[in-house]
């Protein structure tokens, strides 16, 4: 929170805000076959989380978390909203639907932020696999995060730089859209737009309207993998040890399903809450895969 300059200091830290959180989550499990020395153990969780920004302090309606440089989206906590909500520009259309451009016959954004969407997911879920047979188990991880929101400033530079696949059609060209020649914005005049203008400036005035690069978060991902086998403990039944157990255990392996082509859609410019929900030029995430000993005295 600001502070008086006589205090000599700039902020202070403080509660600023009262959060409402409402939701569930439930885990079942059973194992739907076992026969002999087979055996599959399953078990399935589920969780909804929903909240509401009740109130701030000072008679604040808006708490900013960040905000891109250019300014054309920030992620924020409004009273009444939710916690984390996205706003940016939007291509600015009429009333009856048409996109809007400016006299240059580029995308015009338009002049206040529209809501976008909320980083944080409609729900999330997972299902744990275990196979046994006799002293060898498969163990199968899938995790689920179902909607949510990102802005990617990393795809709107590569679309304002032309580096972009969206940008692999450059052909000059006039937008689809209409343009107000009397110049008034509250009593508008509304004509066909007719200049045309290079496939450059399209994307480059695209890359600057913040909805054109929001994506959904919705992905699907085997999670973690493993194959663990049992040594008989015949083989070291006269020592010290209970058991040994080795094997291969790989994480992060890839997406069963995801919205997001470029990235993955669990990244973020850092893993602070005042971070979330935007990303700037992530390194890829990575799978592992390694080696498992357990040794049990």
């Known amino acids: 929170m600001p502070v008086s300059p006589a205090t000599g200091y700039s902020y202070f830290r403080s509660n600023v805000g009262q959060v409402t959180n409402t939701g569930f989550e439930f885990i079942v499990g059973g194992v739907p076959l076992q026969r002999g020395d087979f055996s599959w153990d399953v078990s399935v969780n589920f969780g909804k989380n929903k909240n509401t920004l009740d109130e701030l302090t000072e008679d604040l309606e808006t708490f900013t978390f960040s905000t891109t440089n250019s300014g054309i989206l920030n992620v924020r906590a409004t009273v009444g909203g939710g916690y984390g909500d996205i706003y940016g520009t939007v291509w600015q259309e009429t009333d009856d639907g ?80 209409v343009v107000n020649t009397s110049g008034d914005p509250d009593n508008p005049t509304w004509e066909p737009n007719t200049v045309e203008i290079t496939g450059a400036e399209y994307h480059i005035a695209l890359a600057g309207i913040a909805e054109t690069h929001v994506y959904d978060q919705t992905n699907i991902r085997l999670r973690e993998v493993s194959m663990m086998y049992a040594l008989p403990k015949s083989l070291f039944s006269n020592f010290f040890i209970e058991d040994i157990t080795v094997g291969l255990v790989g994480r992060n392996l890839f997406f069963l399903y995801k919205e997001m082509d470029n990235f993955d859609p669990e990244s973020s410019m850092s893993t602070s809450n005042f971070s979330q929900g935007v990303l700037w030029y992530n390194l890829p995430t990575v799978r592992s895969i390694g080696f498992n000993l357990n040794v049990r005295f």
């Not at 275990?130 to 679309?159: E, H, M, P, V, W």
């Open 98 to 177: 048409r996109k809007v451009t400016d006299a240059t016959g580029r995308p015009q954004a338009s002049v206040k932020k529209e809501i976008l969407g909320n980083y944080q997911p409609d729900w999330v879920g997972g299902m744990a696999n275990t196979f046994k047979y006799k002293n060898l188990s498969l163990n199968l991880l899938i995790d689920a995060r179902i909607g949510g929101q990102i802005y990617s400033g990393t795809d709107a530079s590569l679309q304002r730089s032309g580096v972009g696949e969206i940008t692999e059609n450059r052909e000059s060209r006039i937008v689809d859209a």
